[in-house]
C-alpha cells in the first residue's frame, strides 16, 4: 500500500512539473521563464526521489519544495484575484487557471508529506521507546 501512495505522489510531482512547463510559454520574461523551468526540474527531481524510495529525506524534500511552491504561486501578481489582472483576455484566463491547479496540486502534495511524515516518526519514536 504505502509503495502505491508513493508512487501515486511521484505522479503529482510530474504532473507539477508538466503543468509548469505549459506555463513555461506563457512567461512575461526571461527572469521568470528561467524560474518557472527551476520549479518543473524540482518536481521532476522530487518525483524520481519518491519514485526510487520513500525515505523521510524524500518526503521532507516533498513537503518543503510544495509549500515553497504555494508561497511562490500566490505572491505572483497573477494570482491576485481581488485585482483585474493587467492583461486580460484567453492567455491571462489559461494562466491563472493553471496556477490554480498548480497551487492546489501542491497544496495537495504538501498535506500527503506532512501526513506521512507524521506516520513515519511516529514509528520511529515507538520503536525508539
Known sequence: MALYGRRLCAVLAVLSA??????????????????????????????????????????????????????AHLSLPGHRHAEQPAISGPPAESMNALMGVATTVSLVEAVIAAAVLWVLTRRRAAGLV
Not at 527531481?45 to 510544495?66: I, K, P
Open 18 to 71: 508538466v503543468l509548469h512547463l505549459s506555463m513555461l510559454g506563457q512567461a512575461s520574461s526571461a527572469v521568470v521563464a528561467v524560474l518557472v523551468a527551476a520549479m518543473a526540474s524540482v518536481c521532476l527531481f522530487c518525483g524520481y526521489e519518491l519514485w526510487r524510495a520513500g525515505s523521510l529525506r524524500s518526503w521532507c524534500l516533498v513537503g518543503v519544495m510544495s509549500l515553497a511552491m504555494v508561497a
